[in-house]
């Protein structure tokens, strides 16, 4: 698509003055300094066009100015916009007022006005009226003139000069009012020829990225714009077809039909150039009226791979919704129907929320329940396992980078898992994994609802709300020194701490039969669990310490569901699967022995520290162990 050269800075004007006409711009030009760059060229005809073909070398001319004969040759035979001094109606009656000669003779160059003519007719004043078309017309006039004895002569400055060669008096015909007028008329067309030119820039610049070829035509169907795509699409470049008609060039593209009608064409398949396209015609109607018509191009093969992206973008975002509802925790224990109330108190706030609990209890089931049941549940929902990342790496899933940020980053950057939780919650999960950098950075974002990607200096505001989880004790680790003490404080605001299974051992029956029917449904549907088994799977499970948790239950299930069938001869025994579930038949006084083991261990520790006078860190250097274990086994206390 071809552009135009660089316009100057400054608006260039070029005026044309022979003769008196050049005394006034002289005068003029001056006070129009601070608005245009005007230049006076006293050349006429032939030498002028020459004149602007080289000035037009040194840089762009936005408007010229001239008067009479010479105006009119250069509005034929250059493509640039040419404003007239134009003498006014009162100039000329004043001029003709104050001459003293008897005969008077206004000369003009065109038409004689109709206003002129009137006037004089009206007050039938003794003046000569005369037009002339060329410099031989004006000589021819100035002779009539002087063989009527015409004395005094108004007009152009051309036939002032050959008046005065005649012995007449010549006055100018344009007035310094009428010269004014003339170049603010020619700074306001070359301001708007200069915004004009701006916008078909930005348009052209625009029409430039379009990957659908675009061809627009004026109301004559003659081709005005062809970006780059559409090219591409004819094999042809824009300078060969601007200004031809299109459906002559191509009759498949014809656009006649659409200026005719003023109906849109939306995605007509047809063929362009030997290519399938998708094809649609409009109209260009500006304020009202129809100034032209649009074809645009595309191409089916890039509409299915944009299909295929959005499809694949579509999955990504549903991936990113919460499954689960807080109805989902299953368990009507009183530990269990508290919980369900915090939780749904919870959502109702958007304060950062941080769950506790052991290894498979269901923190992220718990949070995307909070999330479903929050004001936030049609937004993304993003979890993060903290300690399932390397530094370096979950540094760069979190918070994104820009391109360039680091060597082996991707072109365009990336967005980070904090920007795309926006308006939405981001759930982190082991937040006790998180290393102390990166606690800094998030840090940020709690409290100033920011994000900086890796390698950008200006921040982007994120609207999360923050869920975090983990099975470690966060306070001891901030006496440890391995998690900050202010990011804790960010994160314990909203605390919920989910049971361990063994503290509630009376949902053992729905639990199982929950997920019985999810293992069933993974494994097909078709198998089942051994009655038998099931029993003893209850009984021993209420003794059992279950240090998995929900996760440890269903896995057993489900190995219980696989590996329980007969194999040959031979049926295969409870025992052989689960061994855990024996060493509780075994041992049938574990529980009460592990009871008095804690109760001995809790009173030695009461002793000791009674003799250390109550120091910890004493305390802790007799029995052997860390402070942050001595606080654990206290705080248990």
């Not at 008609?245 to 656009?255: I, N, T, V």
Request: aromatic share 4%; charged share 25%; with cysteine.
């Amino acid at each position: 698509m071809p552009y135009p050269s660089p316009l100057p800075a400054r608006l260039r004007l070029v005026a044309f003055g022979l003769h008196g006409l050049r005394s006034l711009l002289e005068e003029l030009v001056p006070q129009f300094r601070a608005q245009a760059e005007i230049l006076i060229v006293d050349k006429a005809y032939g030498e002028a066009v020459q004149a602007v073909q080289v000035l037009r070398q040194t840089g762009a001319i936005d408007v010229l100015v001239s008067a009479g004969s010479n105006g009119s040759y250069l509005r034929e035979h250059l493509d640039l916009p040419v404003v007239l001094v134009h003498p006014g109606g009162f100039d000329i009656m004043g001029s003709l007022a104050s001459a003293q000669a008897e005969r008077k003779a206004v000369v003009t160059y065109g038409e004689m006005p109709l206003e002129l003519m009137e006037f004089v007719q009206r007050f039938d004043l003794p003046v000569e009226l005369r037009s002339y078309r060329s410099e031989a017309d004006a000589r021819s006039c100035v002779q009539d003139l002087k063989e009527l004895g015409v004395e005094w002569v108004l007009a152009p400055g051309l036939v002032v000069d050959l008046a005065r060669e005649n012995q007449m008096e010549g006055v100018l015909l344009y007035s310094q009012g009428a010269v004014r007028q003339a170049l603010e008329s020619a700074i306001e067309l070359a301001r708007v020829a200069r915004a004009e030119a701006a916008r078909r820039d930005r348009l052209n610049t625009i029409l430039a990225q379009l990957r659908d070829g675009v061809v627009s035509v004026d109301r004559d169907e003659r081709i005005e714009t062809v970006n780059p795509a559409m090219e591409a699409w004819l094999g042809q470049p824009a300078q060969a077809v601007i200004g031809r008609r299109l459906g002559s060039l191509y009759p498949e593209l014809d656009l006649a039909g659409t200026l005719r009608s003023l109906e849109v064409q939306l995605d007509t398949v047809q063929q362009v150039a030997g290519r399938t396209a998708i094809v649609t015609r409009m109209p260009i109607l500006e304020q009202g009226r129809l100034s032209g018509a649009v074809l645009l191009c595309q191409d089916p093969a890039a509409i299915q791979r944009l299909d295929r992206s959005l499809r694949s973008r579509s999955q990504q975002v549903a991936s990113r919704h919460a499954r689960y509802e807080l109805s989902d925790l299953v368990g009507q224990s009183s530990p269990m129907y508290k919980l369900r109330a915090q939780a749904q108190a919870c959502a109702q706030s958007t304060a950062t929320t941080l769950i506790i609990g052991e290894s498979g209890t269901g923190k992220e089931l718990l949070a995307q329940g909070i999330h479903s049941a929050s004001a936030r549940r049609a937004q993304p929902f993003v979890a993060v396992n903290c300690a399932a990342f390397p530094d370096s790496l979950l540094e760069s899933e979190l918070f994104g980078y820009v391109e360039g940020a680091f060597t082996g980053s991707s072109r365009g950057g990336k967005v980070g898992l904090v920007e795309a939780a926006h308006t939405g919650t981001l759930f982190l999960d082991e937040i006790g994994e998180m290393p102390l950098p990166l606690q800094t950075r998030l840090l940020r974002v709690l409290q100033e609802k920011e994000v900086l990607r890796i390698g950008a200096i200006e921040p982007t505001p994120v609207d999360v709300r923050v869920i975090a989880a983990t099975h470690r004790d966060l306070a001891a680790q901030v006496k440890e020194g391995v998690f900050r003490q202010d990011l804790f404080y960010r994160l314990n605001i909203l605390v919920l701490r989910l049971p361990p299974l063994r503290r509630r051992t009376q949902d053992l029956p729905e639990l199982v039969e929950h997920l019985l029917a999810k293992v069933a449904q993974r494994l097909g549907g078709a198998v089942t669990l051994n009655p038998d088994w099931l029993a003893e799977l209850l009984e021993l499970g209420r003794h059992y310490s279950w240090p998995g948790n929900i996760r440890e239950l269903e896995n057993l299930i489900e190995r219980l569901m696989v590996l329980g069938t007969v194999q040959g001869d031979q049926a295969v025994v409870l025992e052989d699967i689960a061994p855990e579930l024996r060493a509780v038949v075994a041992e049938p006084a574990m529980p009460a022995l592990r009871d008095q083991q804690e109760r001995s261990e809790q009173e030695h520790l009461a002793k000791v520290l009674e003799e250390c006078g109550g120091n910890r860190a004493l305390a802790a250097q007799q029995l052997g162990i860390s402070r942050s274990t001595l606080w654990r086994k206290l705080r248990k206390m």
